[in-house]
C-alpha cells in the first residue's frame, strides 16, 4: 500500500495521463470502426435487439471514464508496482478493446470479432477481481464496463450467426 496519499497535482496528472489512456483507446478504435461503419456493418443483418447506433459513442464516453477513473483510484491506493500484476491486467484490457475493434470492424470478422471479445471479457473480468484487493469503488466501477462487453459478446455472436 502506499505511505502517503499523493500531491494533489500529482493526483490530478496522474487521473489525466489515466484519461489520456482510455481515450487514446477509444479513439483509435473508433477510427478503425469508421473504416467500415457506414459501409460494411450496414449490410450486416442484426438482430433485433441490437441498439441503435447513436447509443455506442455516450455510453462508450461513460465507460471509457469509468475504466479510467478505476484505474486511478487503484494508482492512488497503492504504488503502481505493487500493483503490477493488476495492472497488467488493466492494460491488457485496455489493449483488448482496441483489438475487437481491428477485428470486428477493421478486417470485417464477426468470427474473429467473437474471439476477441471473449479474451477482453475474461481480461476485464481478471482486471476487476484484482482491483477489489485494493480498491472495492474501482472494481465497482468496471462492473458496467463487464455488463457492457457481455451485452457485446450476445451481440457479436448473433451478428456472427445471422451473417
Request: net charge positive.
Amino acid at each position: 500500500m502506499r505511505p502517503a496519499t499523493p500531491s494533489l497535482p500529482r493526483q490530478v496528472a496522474a487521473l489525466a495521463a489515466f484519461l489520456l489512456a482510455c481515450f487514446l483507446v477509444s479513439g483509435l478504435g473508433g477510427f478503425l470502426t469508421s473504416l467500415s461503419v457506414d459501409t460494411w456493418y450496414q449490410e450486416l443483418e442484426k438482430p433485433p435487439y441490437n441498439p441503435p447506433d447513436w447509443i455506442f459513442a455516450p455510453v462508450w464516453s461513460l465507460l471509457y471514464v469509468m475504466i479510467a477513473v478505476a484505474g486511478w483510484l487503484v494508482w492512488r491506493r497503492t504504488e503502481i508496482r505493487a500493483a503490477q500484476p493488476a495492472f497488467a491486467l488493466y492494460g491488457a484490457q485496455l489493449a483488448l478493446n482496441l483489438l475487437w475493434s481491428a477485428l470486428f470492424f477493421g478486417l470485417r470478422s464477426p468470427l474473429l470479432g467473437l474471439v476477441g471479445i471473449v479474451a477482453l471479457w475474461l481480461a476485464i473480468a481478471a482486471t476487476l477481481i484484482a482491483f477489489t484487493r485494493y480498491e472495492r469503488l474501482a472494481a465497482a466501477l468496471l462492473a458496467p464496463y463487464l455488463a457492457w462487453v457481455t451485452f457485446a459478446f450476445f451481440l457479436n455472436l448473433a451478428i456472427w450467426r445471422l451473417n
